[in-house]
């Protein structure tokens, strides 16, 4: 049932590639999206349409297993979520989630809460847990930022993407050098360790700085942090 659902997300030389910046991915970002799931018609009419006239686009589904088996658009989202349904449940559902590594803001609803049912589900990565029947304003502003927090984990697989395809744009001798030069050794020191000239290693770290679109070694460091790329001193 997990797969059914996981459909969701060179220098000096030049390349031929091109990668598209973080503010051209963003331009052309997906609308959001707010998902609903209750076994309940009434109450899934009146959330979309609460939740339309905040004007946020919705999709509905009466069960779990129904949402399981539709792909979910690559943008911003979230989900409500009724915890007490036939079948798969809500609860359920956000384990499942969960374990499918699928990181989707859940507000879940509900008319038979109780405290620890609460519990378990913020511990579990709830934004929120409301009891119907619930304020309006409750929903909209739990939604406001479940939204605004899928919106940065978007930004932030986006910006990973991209400069994992600028690393995979560096040769393997260059990828070397960088590993050695974002632990702080000196050209020098580089050559030295790769048995080669220090002009050459002042060659491929222009190309690296380049290709990486580094602006400073401290941003390549940082860089370097982010793509889980380190050296041994």
Do not use: W
């Not at 499918?100 to 809460?113: Q, V």
């Not at 020098?188 to 000239?197: F, I, M, R, Y």
């Amino acid at each position: 049932m997990s797969a059914l659902f996981q459909t969701a997300f060179r220098g000096n030389l030049k390349s031929d590639r091109t990668v598209p910046s973080v503010a051209s991915r963003m331009k052309t970002e997906v609308a959001p999206i707010v998902f609903i799931v209750d076994d309940d018609l009434s109450v899934r009419r009146t959330t979309e349409r609460l939740v339309r006239t905040a004007g946020f686009n919705t999709q509905t589904f009466t069960s779990a297993r129904e949402f399981l088996k539709n792909p979910r658009p690559d943008a911003p989202a979230c989900l409500i979520l009724d915890v007490r349904m036939p079948g798969l449940d809500g609860m359920q559902l956000q384990r499942e989630l969960a374990q499918s590594g699928i990181n989707l803001p859940i507000i879940f609803i509900t008319g038979h809460g109780d405290i620890p049912m609460s519990v378990r589900a913020m511990k579990a990565g709830a934004v929120e847990f409301l009891t119907k029947p619930f304020r309006s304003q409750s929903l909209l502003e739990a939604i406001r930022s479940a939204i605004e927090s899928d919106r940065s984990a978007h930004k932030e697989r986006s910006e990973s993407g991209e400069l994992r395809e600028r690393y995979e744009q560096l040769t393997t001798r260059e990828r070397e050098v960088m590993t050695l030069v974002v632990t702080g050794m000196l050209n020098k020191q580089v050559a030295g360790e790769l048995t080669t000239t220090e002009r050459t290693i002042k060659f491929h770290r222009a190309n690296i700085m380049q290709k990486m679109q580094a602006e400073s070694l401290a941003d390549l460091v940082r860089m370097a942090g982010k793509l889980g790329v380190s050296g041994k001193r």
